[in-house]
């Protein structure tokens, strides 16, 4: 399983960002994918996932309501938009993929956002 996440970039407070996650080398329909983020000096961190379904699990606090996640199962890719973007939000975001009921397994390289106040 490969996974390539994209998107990351420069933001000023306040923007939008969209990441991409595009899977390959597997049938992903009975795969869960999601997204972690980890900002220097800080553990990895769960964001969003979303499974074969399109059921969806948001982290608490400050990213629900300003960020979504969706899949295209025919693209095997999954996204992540991200508005109203803070500092805070800075970190390497990596996608993740794991089959149902299994640890999260498969990761892929990380895209950085910098968001700049």
């Known amino acids: 399983v490969q996974l390539q996440a994209s998107g990351g970039g420069l933001v000023q407070a306040g923007g939008s960002l969209r990441l991409s996650c595009a899977a390959s080398?597997?049938?992903?329909?009975?795969?869960?994918m999601g997204w972690f983020r980890q900002a220097p000096g800080k553990e990895r961190q769960f964001v969003a996932a979303?499974?074969?379904?399109?059921?969806?699990?948001y982290a608490a606090d400050s990213m629900k309501g300003r960020f979504t996640i969706s899949g295209d199962n025919a693209k095997n890719t999954v996204y992540l938009q991200m508005n109203s973007l803070k500092p805070e939000d800075t970190a390497v975001y990596y996608c993740?993929?794991?089959?149902?009921?299994?640890?999260?397994?498969?990761w892929g390289q990380g895209t950085l956002v910098t968001v700049s106040s």
């Open positions: 080398g597997r049938t992903f329909s009975s795969y869960a």
């Open positions: 993740t993929a794991r089959r149902s009921g299994s640890d999260w397994a498969y």
């Open positions: 979303i499974n074969w379904s399109g059921a969806v699990t």
